[in-house]
């Protein structure tokens, strides 16, 4: 079998050297997490099972669900930033 003529060497792959350290969530990003998810979840609960006559929940009305989902998104977005 004739040799080709021009001879490919492949160069010896190098990872690239590890410079970054390891990402580290700070301390207070899980507790804030969960707590925003609960709070959420509790708004919400409660806004369906307080009766109608209730002031401070008949007084926002339908806003009550608002609040809850922005707590549960908030907490959505910080799980993002956990490593």
Same mark, same amino acid.
């Given at each position: 079998m004739p040799k080709s003529k021009?001879?490919?060497k492949? /160069?010896?792959y190098t990872p690239p050297a590890k410079t970054e /350290?390891?990402?580290?969530?700070?301390? !207070?990003l899980a507790p804030t997490m969960v707590a925003a998810w609960i709070i959420g979840i509790? !708004?919400?609960?409660v806004f369906?099972?307080?009766p109608p006559g209730t002031p401070f929940i008949s007084t926002l009305?339908? !806003?009550n669900l608002l609040i809850g989902f922005v707590f549960?998104?908030?907490g959505v977005v910080l799980s993002t930033r956990w490593r």
């Open positions: 021009t001879t490919r492949k /160069a010896v /350290a390891v990402k580290v969530s700070p301390r !207070w509790v !708004w919400i609960a369906y099972i307080v009305g339908n !806003w549960i998104i908030f």
